[in-house]
């Protein structure tokens, strides 16, 4: 029996989603599918599975990804879902947690990690331009007094905020790339 | 030029291709080597295998149709790579022992 969840996470949170996703299959709750807004999840025995959310350059379909999950699949760790955004997608794997007890690690050396990390960088930055171009644009319309200023003044404020939670995580990225240049400098 | 020190990674991938074998088993064979010290993950194995690909250090065998995996094996510009890492390994080990212990 499928049991659907409806929640939110924006895309910079999907650290936080990956842990949840792992508590609800801890739980008996393994994922299954899953949109922007809806979390599909199958009943199987609890903790079977593990899941890891991925942040992958590219659109999901691009024969650079389709090799990199054959590959994955080859190793145990399948695709169960993707949310396609532009310029890059979200994947969702699972694996069985016999196989990878101590949860999916899908880059183990720093500069595979710190390459994962630039992805998070320029997306965030990426997103950034295009919510601060979005609040920008409300914000000239809304100096203009036309009829919908009052929803052009919320589509800008929610646009700010926006770029600014993604400012945050930026930050966040840049801080954690710094952390694993200093350690590469000692360790491999 | 003297050759650049390999990655951990890098070494123990070229050790087990001495046989031809595919990822989980490249995974396996690379834990079973450094007694569980180095736990090779997917993102980091599929990295590294495409690099020395391109680099000529192993080749993709054709793929088997009775089996989707993929497999590898070491070529002979890889084993002479994986010598001269070892020579240099060897140089380390024995300046190291000579300077620590007295020798």
């Known amino acids: 029996m499928i049991k659907r969840v409806y929640k939110l996470y924006f895309i910079w949170q999907?650290?936080?989603e990956e842990v949840w996703i792992n508590e609800m299959a801890a739980h008996g709750y393994s994922l299954v599918s899953c949109d922007r807004f809806s979390f599909d999840f199958e009943e199987?025995?609890?903790?079977?599975?593990?899941?890891?959310?991925?942040?992958?350059?590219?659109?999901?379909?691009?024969?650079?990804?389709?090799?990199?999950?054959?590959?994955?699949?080859?190793v145990g760790i399948k695709v169960t879902s993707y949310i396609q955004y532009p310029g890059t997608c979200c994947i969702y794997t699972r694996a069985l947690a016999e196989d990878y007890p101590n949860g999916i690690d899908v880059y183990s050396d720093i500069d595979s990690k710190i390459s994962y990390e630039w992805?998070?960088?320029?997306?965030?930055?990426?997103?950034?331009?295009?919510?601060?171009?979005?609040?920008?644009?409300?914000?000239?319309?809304?100096a203009r007094h036309n009829a919908l200023w009052i929803l052009n003044?919320?589509?800008?404020l929610l646009c700010f905020i926006l770029a600014l939670m993604c400012l945050i995580?930026?930050?966040?990225?840049?801080?954690?790339?710094?952390?694993?240049?200093?350690?590469r400098v000692i360790h491999e | 030029m003297p050759q650049q020190a390999l990655t951990e990674a890098v070494y123990y991938i070229?050790?087990?291709?001495?046989?031809?074998?595919?990822?989980?088993?490249?995974i396996q064979n690379?834990?079973?080597?450094?007694?569980?010290?180095?736990k090779l993950a997917a993102g980091t194995l599929y990295g590294a295998l495409n690099t020395l690909v391109d680099k000529g250090w192993i080749d993709a065998l054709p793929e088997n149709p009775l089996s989707r995996k993929k497999e590898y094996v070491i070529t002979s510009s890889g084993t002479e790579i994986l010598k001269e890492e070892i020579a240099r390994l060897t140089e380390l080990v024995d300046n190291g022992k000579r300077l620590m212990e007295g020798k």
């Open chain 1, 14 to 16: 999907l650290d936080k």
């Open chain 1, 44 to 74: 199987t025995e609890p903790g079977k599975y593990k899941y890891k959310t991925l942040f992958l350059r590219g659109r999901y379909h691009d024969k650079k990804n389709m090799d990199f999950f054959s590959f994955l699949d080859e």
């Open chain 1, 119 to 142: 992805t998070t960088f320029w997306y965030m930055l990426f997103c950034i331009i295009l919510m601060s171009a979005g609040g920008l644009l409300n914000l000239s319309m809304f």
């Open chain 1, 153 to 156: 003044y919320a589509v800008a």
């Open chain 1, 169 to 183: 995580h930026l930050i966040k990225t840049l801080i954690k790339i710094s952390k694993l240049k200093k350690e």
């Open chain 2, 14 to 26: 070229l050790l087990s291709l001495q046989n031809p074998l595919h990822g989980y088993g490249i």
């Open chain 2, 30 to 38: 690379v834990s079973e080597l450094s007694n569980g010290r180095i």
